[in-house]
């Protein structure tokens, strides 16, 4: 992607619900990269043909405020790094015919990450109760997924820990303004064309996700 000319915004967090790690026999999250082309507004239709077997997921997302590149970050280095945080709507994929995958497939596949829409409602730590704080997520205001902060390694922030520790080792630490997905609230959802997908979050507010039709594509 660096090649092609799109910009490295962030890092997604991948894997962090218990069920999944027992189901791809694991025992830690993944990460992938995020890039400024695979961003959208709430709202903005995404495009169909830039995804494969697409699901959805309901997260919180952080910007940070500055970099996180001690050797073992402590959850007040990720605290006092965290600018704010914004309801997200992360579209998840996969190559692999009918998501029948394994750890190495979603690594190789970039943490399995498509494109990720952000809501406008920042918020500041301090306003937040991230490991109660519930989520909800509707297809056209009928309810597909529901959850809560601690779904995500018990709280979000837990999740951030991890993955600045990881970064850190790896001499990839995150930097000031990095955006960080840090892993769903509730079950992944499947969507098709046309599909608006709405999450609220306690908290934070609420995200759309808006799916071009495949004849929309067509027309393009």
């Known amino acids: 992607m660096l090649e092609k000319g ?10 962090t619900s218990r069920v ?16 400024d082309v695979m ?31 001690q050797a073992h ?15 997200a709507i992360e579209v998840v994929g996969s190559r692999i ?13 970039n943490a399995s990450s498509g494109a990720f829409i952000l809501g406008t409602t920042p918020r500041r730590l301090g306003e937040l109760d991230l490991e109660l704080c519930g989520m909800v997520m509707e297809r056209r205001g009928d309810p597909v997924s529901v959850g809560a902060g601690r779904a ?17 080792a790896l001499g990839q630490p995150l930097r000031a303004g990095d ?21 609220r979050i306690s908290g934070l507010g609420s995200v759309e996700a808006v799916f071009e039709s495949e004849l929309a594509e067509k027309r393009s």
């Open 6 to 15: 799109h910009r490295l915004v962030g890092r997604k967090i991948g894997l």
């Open 179 to 199: 955006l960080v997905l840090s892993g769903a609230l509730g079950p992944m959802v499947e969507v098709a064309p046309g599909d608006v997908i709405s999450a």
């Open 97 to 109: 015919d009918k998501w029948d995958i394994r750890i190495t497939d979603t690594i190789a596949d």
């Open 152 to 168: 995500c390694l018990g709280n979000p922030l837990n999740a951030v820990l991890w993955l600045a520790r990881k970064m850190a």
């Open 39 to 69: 961003g959208y507004a709430g709202g903005e239709p995404v495009p169909w043909k830039v995804l494969h077997q697409p699901k959805v997921e309901a997260e919180v997302a952080f910007v940070l405020r500055s970099d996180l590149a």
């Open 20 to 35: 999944v790690q027992q189901q791809l026999g694991v025992d830690q999250p993944d990460f992938g990269a995020l890039f």
């Open 73 to 87: 970050a402590s959850l007040v280095d990720v605290i006092n790094a965290i600018d704010y945080a914004l309801p």
